[in-house]
């Protein structure tokens, strides 16, 4: 599989990230109403994994099990990921082992290319930090039954097609629907909120033309 794709997202990364600007294309508006983090958040780390298949590098999801009633983000695609714990020293740590305890993925296996930038989500008061890496090979996938309902390979590309990107309202309970929310279409599934966000940092990301535009307008540069 050529690692051109790869090299150039990892130096991508090591240049000013396009951040909330590109996060907020794929948020809903109330999402950054009140941003202000509160010092009860909580750290969690999460995996952006790529891996190559049928000639195209994929990125994996989990879809999370519905039945677990403490978990706000319930029936949810995402990214795998946790909280950190205190025995990770680092959320890229707490996004490895979270990665080997819902996919089965060897950490050994991964390489780590860099990290997007950190978001908070108010519903779960995490403060998330997203860290990309590949992996050189399709994995087995191996789902803890207790988390995740299924596996999902969805090629990179597939997010790049304008058509795959929609808007729609979403029940989130029977007193409460969000209008004109943004969301990736997965075949009818449906991948948003900040999973979706940072999709969207991610493909910009890969997208040569956002580190020209940051180091040319000083407005655009991350505060």
């Given at each position: 599989?050529?690692?051109?794709?790869?090299?150039?997202?990892?130096?991508?990364?090591?240049?000013?990230?396009?951040?909330?600007?590109?996060?907020?294309?794929?948020a809903h508006p109330a999402r950054y109403q009140g941003r202000n983090i509160p010092p009860t958040a909580i750290?969690?780390?999460?995996?952006?994994?790529?891996?190559?298949?049928?000639?195209?590098?994929?990125?994996?999801?989990?879809?999370?099990?519905?039945?677990?009633?403490?978990?706000?983000?319930?029936?949810?695609?995402?990214?795998?990921?946790?909280?950190?714990?205190?025995?990770?020293?680092?959320?890229?740590?707490?996004?490895?082992?979270?990665?080997?305890?819902?996919?089965?993925?060897?950490?050994?296996?991964?390489?780590?290319?860099?990290?997007?930038?950190?978001?908070?989500?108010?519903?779960?008061?995490?403060?998330v930090h997203p860290h990309v890496g590949f992996m050189e090979y399709?994995?087995?996938?191996?789902?803890?039954?207790?988390?995740?309902?299924?596996?999902?390979?969805?090629?990179?590309?597939?997010?790049?097609?304008?058509?795959?990107?929609?808007?729609?309202?979403?029940?989130?309970?029977?007193?409460?629907?969000?209008?004109?929310?943004?969301?990736?279409?997965?075949?009818?599934?449906?991948?948003?909120?900040?999973?979706?966000?940072?999709?969207?940092?991610?493909?910009?990301?890969?997208?040569?033309?956002?580190?020209?535009?940051?180091?040319?307008?000083?407005?655009?540069?991350?505060?």
């Amino acid at each position: 599989m050529d690692l051109t794709f790869i090299q150039r997202l990892e130096k991508n990364l090591q240049h000013p990230l396009p951040g909330e600007m590109a996060q907020i294309k794929m948020a809903h508006p109330a999402r950054y109403q009140g941003r202000n983090i509160p010092p009860t958040a909580i750290l969690a780390g999460v995996l952006a994994l790529f891996f190559p298949k049928n000639g195209q590098w994929n990125l994996v999801f989990i879809e999370r099990v519905s039945h677990n009633l403490r978990d706000v983000h319930k029936g949810q695609i995402s990214f795998p990921g946790g909280r950190f714990d205190d025995g990770d020293g680092h959320s890229a740590q707490t996004a490895l082992r979270e990665a080997n305890e819902e996919v089965g993925v060897n950490p050994a296996h991964i390489t780590l290319l860099g990290a997007l930038t950190e978001l908070y989500i108010p519903v779960s008061n995490f403060q998330v930090h997203p860290h990309v890496g590949f992996m050189e090979y399709a994995p087995q996938w191996q789902p803890q039954v207790t988390e995740v309902a299924d596996i999902l390979e969805v090629p990179f590309e597939y997010f790049q097609n304008p058509a795959h990107q929609k808007m729609k309202d979403l029940v989130i309970n029977p007193n409460f629907t969000l209008t004109d929310v943004p969301y990736f279409d997965l075949g009818g599934r449906i991948l948003w909120g900040a999973t979706a966000m940072i999709v969207s940092e991610l493909m910009e990301v890969v997208d040569f033309t956002h580190t020209a535009k940051t180091q040319s307008d000083p407005t655009l540069q991350p505060s």
